[in-house]
């Protein structure tokens, strides 16, 4: 992939993590937005898109543990997500 499409991508995916339409997930999928996507690879990419199409109940069920996540919504990319997550808000001081 052309390196400007690549960056007009991560831009893309980007500020759909920050606007999410709930800031508890503007929260969680932002900051990993801005830390990992660059470091992704065009499958990981996918996999991430993939993900943002879940709404966003969903998604904080499944990040915050309150609900397991169905094997056919499971993904390398949500467990990434989830791992970052469980350590980010783990490693902070109550």
Request: with cysteine; net charge negative; aromatic share 10%.
């Amino acid at each position: 992939m052309p390196e400007d499409s690549r960056a007009h991508r991560l831009g893309r995916l980007r500020y759909r993590s920050w606007h999410r339409g709930t800031r508890e997930m503007d929260l969680l999928l932002g900051p990993f937005a801005d830390r990992y996507l660059a470091e992704l690879d065009e499958a990981g990419l996918d996999s991430y898109e993939r993900l943002l199409e879940f709404p966003d109940p969903q998604l904080f069920a499944w990040l915050t543990g309150r609900t397991e996540v169905p094997s056919d919504a499971d993904s390398p990319a949500l467990r990434r997500v989830m791992d970052y997550c469980r350590n980010r808000f783990e490693s902070e001081p109550a």
